[in-house]
């Protein structure tokens, strides 16, 4: 078994938001799913860490859902910026499982356990979190992250963290987000959110103990990145 990440999906099956009008991103739908089954197999892990689909709704969400479902492995859902069809996890557990979409995991205030590998996550949000609303949504958060490390889990071996939003980008930091990844001892962080020429001044590699990875799906050519 062998544990993936890729974010950013943008699915647009049931809805008019193609991603295929960007530079890059011509065909991408097709190279995604070629080389998502040239290395997923059924007993793999894929993380997807936000920006899902673009649908309003669970039921507008179901065509991407499935375009997941039938391909190779369990997937890993995290919330992202423009994944407007969140809802509670009861909601969205309920709604999984009523379609047949068995092959879907929600991540959200919990942790969830793959081939020895503890996988936690949060959204995360913006590093210029100046305004009294982004201020909370940014504690939120944090709460949400704590509330996934503390998660009762058993059989692991190590934990990964996985963000939407980089805790960490070109010369900017969210303070609140790193404390707490140093408190937990966190090894090793994938983040999306990230595109085109914004890569250029993603951090990757170690910064206080941490290693901080992009995973965004044009950055990886929109080829899933195994991790473990």
Same mark, same amino acid.
């Given at each position: 078994?062998?544990?993936?990440?890729?974010?950013?999906?943008?699915?647009?099956?049931?809805?008019?938001?193609?991603?295929?009008?960007?530079?890059?991103?011509?065909?991408?739908?097709?190279?995604?799913?070629?080389?998502?089954?040239?290395?997923?197999?059924?007993?793999?892990?894929?993380?997807?860490?936000?920006?899902? /689909?673009? *649908?309003?709704? =669970?039921?507008? @969400? &179901?065509?991407?859902? $499935?375009?997941?479902?039938?391909?190779?492995?369990?997937?890993?859902?995290?919330?992202?910026?423009?994944?407007?069809?969140?809802?509670t996890k009861n909601k969205m557990d309920?709604?999984?499982?009523?379609?047949?979409l068995s092959s879907l995991t929600i991540l959200h205030n919990n942790s969830v356990?793959?081939?020895?590998?503890?996988?936690?996550? /949060?959204? *995360?949000?913006? =590093?210029?979190? @100046? &305004?009294?609303?982004? $201020?909370?949504?940014?504690?939120?958060?944090?709460?949400?992250?704590?509330?996934?490390?503390?998660?009762?889990?058993?059989?692991?071996?190590?934990?990964?963290?996985?963000?939407?939003?980089?805790?960490?980008?070109?010369?900017?930091?969210?303070?609140?987000?790193?404390?707490?990844?140093?408190?937990?001892?966190?090894?090793?962080?994938?983040?999306?959110?990230?595109?085109?020429?914004?890569?250029?001044?993603?951090?990757?590699?170690?910064?206080?103990?941490?290693?901080?990875?992009?995973?965004?799906?044009?950055?990886?050519?929109?080829?899933?990145?195994?991790?473990?």
């Amino acid at each position: 078994m062998s544990v993936f990440a890729i974010a950013d999906l943008h699915l647009s099956l049931g809805g008019d938001k193609p991603m295929d009008v960007f530079p890059g991103w011509e065909g991408y739908l097709e190279k995604l799913r070629e080389n998502w089954l040239a290395l997923v197999g059924e007993a793999d892990t894929v993380v997807i860490p936000g920006d899902i /689909s673009w *649908g309003k709704s =669970l039921r507008g @969400s &179901l065509a991407d859902f $499935r375009f997941l479902q039938q391909l190779p492995g369990r997937k890993i859902l995290l919330k992202g910026n423009h994944d407007y069809f969140w809802s509670t996890k009861n909601k969205m557990d309920t709604f999984l499982q009523e379609e047949g979409l068995s092959s879907l995991t929600i991540l959200h205030n919990n942790s969830v356990v793959a081939d020895g590998l503890r996988i936690c996550g /949060s959204r *995360g949000w913006a =590093l210029d979190a @100046s &305004l009294e609303e982004d $201020r909370k949504i940014l504690s939120r958060e944090v709460g949400r992250l704590r509330l996934s490390l503390d998660y009762p889990a058993q059989g692991y071996e190590d934990t990964a963290v996985f963000l939407h939003y980089p805790p960490l980008f070109g010369s900017a930091t969210c303070p609140e987000m790193l404390s707490l990844l140093g408190e937990y001892g966190v090894k090793r962080v994938f983040y999306g959110h990230i595109h085109g020429a914004g890569a250029a001044y993603a951090w990757q590699g170690p910064y206080q103990g941490t290693d901080y990875r992009l995973v965004s799906c044009d950055y990886l050519k929109f080829s899933p990145m195994r991790i473990r």
